[in-house]
């Protein structure tokens, strides 16, 4: 038997693991593109994630609530990633065509789509209490974000290098490995016989009957269309400014956002969630307006507003779900929640921020102030819409089994 620490180290390890796994490849990849002559497929590559973010998650997600140990499951999203990897980063290095790239790419997100989510849940059904215990293991994850950036600007030199791909692929290996360490979580709904409807998960939608359901969830996709300009554009406006070693300074966002991780479990003590998600929503529009003002310490202060913004509202809607969805949809719910954020927010959101750059930009000058100008003015509609819609209230009888948070 493990000891309560041993049981916390294995959790806050896996998030570490995974979200440096995720940021050597992701952080840098607009930058990879840019120096092989496929800066033209940034808004497509990127945009590729909201694609499988319609399919992938909400299939692990029922085969998680329902037949397949998530532990097993992450094992193999682990080793899918690896191996998706490996061709990618080869292909761009060999000068593949674009069209395969692209292909490539998009067979990535579809194994990429659902890894945390489906870790998320893992961890959080191991825990008694998440509010309170939750926070503090996710800001491990933070760390390993953290760790990738300077790994590969001041270590490896490899900001633009396909090795940042390759190294990605020794992490989500190591990822693979450490899941034969963590405990075994049965699927909540293993009893209920497979069908064409359960397997996709389609019944979750009926979630979005529930007006505070359907509020927060159609907010987290609304809010992450113009969010999705960060990993893509940030890098590229911190050249324009004269910045080298950007994937270094990417990583200062993730300095406030161990802040927030640690303040998140007496903030949920003290405030309502619908009063951090309205200031998410705000730190947002400050971040954006930051940028706007084009120069170098405004949009570095931006960058280090993006780890509160962050953590203010995504850690509170994945507890929201642990304490407000029942048990056997949890996954499923939060499968939906990806599909929102990483499906219609991120496809819309890659393939309108990159329009809108396009339009900002005549020749190789873009217009940095009104592109983030137009982006804040976005998040502004969001915020009005949110607060208007969203009420919160308790939960409803019979679905918490946990302390009961302020909604």
Not at 187 to 197: C, D, L, N, Y
Request: with cysteine; proline share 6%; glycine share 10%.
């Amino acid at each position: 038997m493990r000891t309560e620490f041993q049981q916390k180290a294995l959790l806050a390890g896996v998030f570490f693991l995974q979200a440096q796994a995720i940021a050597l490849w992701f952080v840098p990849f607009s930058g990879v593109l840019k120096s092989h002559g496929l800066g033209f497929l940034t808004p497509w590559a990127f945009a590729a994630s909201g694609v499988a973010a319609f399919i992938s998650p909400m299939v692990t997600g029922s085969l998680a609530d329902r037949h397949l140990s998530a532990t097993l499951l992450l094992r193999y999203l682990a080793l899918g990633m690896a191996t998706m990897l490996s061709f990618t980063f080869w292909g761009i290095q060999a000068g593949w065509h674009p069209g395969i790239i692209l292909a490539l790419i998009q067979l990535l997100q579809f194994v990429s789509a659902p890894t945390w989510g489906v870790t998320s849940m893992l961890v959080m059904a191991q825990l008694p209490n998440p509010s309170r215990q939750f926070g503090g293991l996710r800001v491990w994850g933070t760390y390993g974000w953290m760790l990738a950036g300077p790994v590969i600007s001041w270590v490896l030199h490899a900001d633009g290098s396909t090795t940042t791909g390759f190294i990605s692929v020794v992490a989500w290996l190591g990822v693979a490995v450490f899941t034969f360490f963590l405990p075994k979580r049965p699927p909540e709904a293993a009893r209920i016989p497979v069908q064409f409807k359960n397997l996709l998960g389609l019944e979750t939608f009926s979630l979005l009957k529930d007006p505070q359901h359907r509020a927060l969830f159609l907010t987290a996709g609304l809010f992450s269309i113009p969010l999705a300009a960060f990993y893509p554009y940030t890098p590229l406006h911190l050249q324009d400014l004269g910045l080298e070693d950007v994937s270094a300074f990417m990583s200062l966002g993730q300095i406030t956002e161990v802040l927030a991780m640690y303040a998140l479990a007496p903030l949920l003590v003290r405030c309502r969630l619908r009063t951090l998600f309205i200031c998410a929503i705000g730190l947002g529009i400050a971040r954006y307006g930051l940028f706007a003002m084009d120069a170098k310490w405004p949009v570095l202060a931006g960058v280090i507003l993006h780890g509160v913004c962050f953590t203010l509202f995504f850690i509170p809607a994945q507890i929201y779900i642990e304490h407000r969805i029942p048990k056997e949809l949890r996954f499923r719910a939060q499968a939906l929640m990806t599909l929102l954020v990483s499906g219609f927010g991120n496809l819309f959101g890659y393939l309108g921020c990159g329009a809108l750059k396009a339009w900002c930009t005549s020749g190789t000058q873009t217009q940095w102030p009104l592109y983030w100008g137009t982006l804040g003015c976005a998040l502004v509609g969001v915020a009005v819409y949110f607060k208007a819609a969203y009420r919160g209230g308790p939960a409803g009888a019979g679905e918490l089994e946990q302390p009961a948070v302020k909604v």
